[in-house]
């Protein structure tokens, strides 16, 4: 099995069960800021335990997820609500209709994962295949640079009574942010290609979309290699 079959379960809920909803409210909220309303459903890939979906419902939007792990869209039926509108999907083939959705958002570096480069700009493409033209799009990524300043090579977290430990290291060949995360006897790997703004903007540019901005933060700051994140807004062509 791959990492991103492995990871994604309890282990992964516990590790950053920081990340909660008064985030996705903040989230949400650059959404509304950026497109406004959207009258056609929009599409929350990579969709998680469904923080993000439940949010935009409250702000108005038809919205729907998917995710390729089973425990995070049991997590979203549960605790947020999403009964019947998250499916699993492998975000290289998605199983949608061409033209599908009104608009499309991918959150907390949800993008990358493949270590083919043609799967990651498959990945890209099916976004675009699955938006009505025109359509905005939203990809919450890294900062590659912020990243590597800031790597903090060894970490021990209590996890309710366990100990994870986090060992994170930068690979140049493949230009890969990995991170190993050992919780008692289960070890688990997180690997995702670290792209710089022209190069994220390329390959969706590639893939069928217009890039319009890149922002530093959900505060709407302009990006630049000290910002906390590399947010990428645009629309399909």
């Not at 043609?118 to 976004?127: F, I, K, T, V, Y």
């Not at 009505?132 to 309710?160: C, F, I, K, S």
């Not at 050992?182 to 540019?205: M, P, Q, W």
Request: aromatic share 12%; proline share 2%.
């Amino acid at each position: 099995m791959t990492w991103y079959q492995e990871w994604f379960g309890e282990e992964y809920l516990d590790l950053y069960s920081y990340r909660d909803d008064e985030e996705a409210k903040r989230h949400v909220g650059f959404v509304r800021s950026q497109f406004g309303p959207i009258e056609d459903t929009v599409l929350d890939l990579a969709c998680g335990s469904g923080r993000h979906i439940q949010e935009l419902r409250r702000k108005g939007y038809a919205a729907v997820g998917c995710d390729l792990s089973m425990t995070l869209l049991w997590t979203a039926t549960r605790q947020h609500s999403c009964a019947g509108t998250v499916v699993r999907a492998d975000m290289r083939r998605l199983p949608f209709h061409d033209e599908s959705f009104g608009g499309l958002v991918n959150f907390f570096t949800s993008f990358g994962y493949f270590e083919n480069e043609d799967d990651n700009l498959s990945s890209a493409r099916e976004m675009a295949r699955v938006l009505r033209t025109g359509a905005p799009l939203l990809v919450d990524y890294l900062n590659v640079h912020r990243e590597l300043e800031r790597l903090v090579q060894t970490e021990r977290r209590d996890l309710d009574g366990d100990e994870a430990l986090i060992e994170r290291w930068f690979d140049p060949a493949s230009k890969t942010f990995n991170k190993r995360i050992t919780i008692g006897s289960k070890r688990f790997l997180e690997r995702v290609r670290g792209y710089e703004r022209n190069e994220l903007a390329a390959l969706f540019d590639t893939a069928g979309f217009r890039v319009d901005h890149t922002f530093g933060d959900f505060d709407g700051r302009e990006y630049y290699i000290g910002s906390p994140r590399l947010i990428l807004t645009g629309a399909r062509r």
